[in-house]
Nanobody
Framework: EVQLVESGGGLVQAGGSLRLSCAVS????????IGWFRQAPGKGREGVAC????????DYADSVKGRFTISKDNAKNTVYLQMNSLKPEDTAVYYC??????????????WGQGTQVTVSS
């Protein structure tokens, strides 16, 4: 069964850092791009970061550029999102998803539970 399980969220003060993890199983990680998305209350999901199938390129939303870093470790079947200089507007539930590719690539599969990130002022 294909699974992507997010973890690492929590409560952090503005300016702080968190590292989210996306543990994957049921597929070969380097066969898909992986995107991180987030959804704040009352808002739709937005893509925040994506890493290419082989990890050779990354893409970020303008709102997180310079603050977030996506990476992956195929041996550990895990994708990470390092979140630095967090802002209250980063508060959201964060999800990881398989994608056919970054950019306009299709999002594959259903959405999981995500992990809550709350940034206090």
């Amino acid at each position: 069964e294909v699974q992507l399980v997010e973890s690492g969220g929590g409560l952090v003060q503005a300016g702080g850092s968190l590292r989210l993890s996306c543990a994957v199983s049921g597929f070969t990680l380097d066969d898909y791009a992986i995107g991180w998305f987030r959804q704040a209350p009352g808002k739709g999901r937005e893509g925040v970061a994506c890493i290419s199938r082989r990890g050779g390129s990354t893409d970020y939303a303008d709102s997180v550029k310079g603050r977030f870093t996506i990476s992956k470790d195929n041996a550990k079947n895990t994708v990470y999102l390092q979140m630095n200089s967090l802002k209250p507007e980063d508060t959201a539930v964060y999800y990881c998803k398989r994608r056919t590719m970054c950019g306009s690539g299709l999002i594959v599969g259903s959405w999981g539970q995500g992990t809550q990130v709350t940034v206090s002022s």
